[in-house]
């Protein structure tokens, strides 16, 4: 199945050749796909307060953004041309959406963002622009085309609320039907534009700036270095100026900021709890009905497990993260676990090791009990 969503290219030569180099068209990446809900689902959808929702109108150099939950009569004073509305992060709350994102698992579960899905009519378009991730954009119902360009002038327009690109070139086009797929790597421009209602899917994926990281390792410090001593000056003398800041004081701060260090397993603790942290909207609810731990263990241990959707569970050498938090598991754990982590589902029986830990993550909403290929909170 992998094989035919990259256009025959086995997993490892896609990362090899493809992946973060240059564009790929894929026809018929997923054969018979023709998406995965209606428009109306789609906005009802787009009218949840836990739904981040965008749409867009315009073309050219006037464009207009507008932030969800939106209302049916929001949607009913649009014109019939040239606006599109987005849904961030459908696979939280479409189980066809998770496993289709679970189609990409060779790419590693900590660059993986969401599956975003886009309805445009006739004329709907986000503008010319570039990303600075890699995406695959899946189409679903209806065409779309979509032209690209590799020039190196990025300049955006002022005064819009989008990042849309003042110049844009292009230098390759192609319509995509149902199934068709194109990958593009960070900074290609790329201008998508409806030809008729459409919805195209796109499955995104995490790349923080150095910025970022820097600015998350300095609040990861700041929450657990511990540093000794305090500024001392006892051979402190009647200085010319006291509104001077002494070049003694300098350097004494200076060595006291130099003490800060950090290690390997400093930066595995930031990454794993970092890249584990759910988005600041995301928010998990507890089982409605909330089973007894011989309950949980009865039906779980006939049924298996699957993490929440929304949940994000990680692991580097025998420490693991979910949701921003850290542990070290049992040894017998492990392995069952290292299992969760990759394919996101634990088959039954689970290890008896394990259900305590599993029955408290399904008390806080971050795993369910699989029903067949559904998934629910018991």
């Not at 564009?23 to 787009?46: S, Y």
């Not at 327009?157 to 194109?182: C, H, N, Q, Y």
């Not at 390792?217 to 100026?241: C, I, N, S, V, W």
């Not at 950090?262 to 507890?286: H, Q």
Request: glycine residues 8%.
């Amino acid at each position: 199945m992998t094989t035919t969503l990259l256009g025959g290219l086995s997993p490892t030569r896609f990362l090899r050749d493809i992946w973060h180099k240059r564009p790929l068209l894929i026809r018929n990446a997923v054969p018979g796909f023709a998406g995965l809900l209606t428009v109306d689902e789609m906005r009802e959808l787009a009218g949840r307060e836990d739904v981040e929702a965008r749409l867009i109108q315009g073309s050219g150099r006037h464009w207009a953004l507008d932030h969800g939950p939106f209302r049916k009569s929001d949607f009913k004073r649009l014109p019939k041309t040239e606006w599109t509305l987005l849904v961030q992060s459908l696979n939280h709350f479409l189980p066809e959406a998770d496993a289709l994102l679970a189609r990409f698992d060779f790419i590693p579960h900590a660059r993986l963002d969401d599956l975003m899905v886009s309805y445009a009519v006739p004329g709907g378009s986000v503008g010319p622009h570039f990303d600075s991730y890699d995406v695959f954009l899946l189409q679903g119902q209806g065409h779309r085309r979509w032209q690209i360009s590799t020039e190196s002038d990025l300049a955006i327009l002022d005064d819009t609320p989008l990042r849309i690109l003042r110049s844009f070139k292009a230098e390759e086009e192609w319509v995509l039907g149902p199934g068709d797929m194109l990958y593009l790597p960070p900074h290609v421009a790329h201008y998508g534009v409806a030809e008729d209602a459409c919805m195209t899917y796109s499955i995104g994926f995490r790349a923080p700036t150095t910025e970022e990281l820097a600015h998350g390792f300095l609040m990861h410090l700041q929450d657990t270095l511990k540093l000794e001593g305090r500024y001392a000056d006892p051979d402190l003398r009647r200085q010319r100026h006291p509104g001077e800041i002494s070049r003694a004081m300098l350097e004494q701060i200076g060595t006291m900021i130099a003490k800060i260090r950090w290690t390997k397993r400093d930066i595995a603790e930031f990454a794993g709890r970092y890249l584990s942290e759910p988005k600041p909207n995301v928010f998990f609810d507890a089982p409605e009905v909330s089973l007894t731990r011989s309950a949980f263990d009865k039906q779980a241990n006939k049924a298996g497990v699957a993490l929440n959707p929304k949940s994000r569970l990680l692991f580097t050498g025998g420490r693991f993260f979910i949701n921003g938090e850290a542990f070290v598991p049992a040894a017998e754990e492990i392995v069952a676990l290292k299992q969760l982590a990759d394919q996101r589902r634990l088959a039954a029986p689970l290890p008896a090791q394990l259900r305590p830990r599993l029955y408290e993550w399904h008390e806080a909403g971050w795993l369910e009990i699989a029903t067949g290929d559904a998934l629910r909170n018991a």
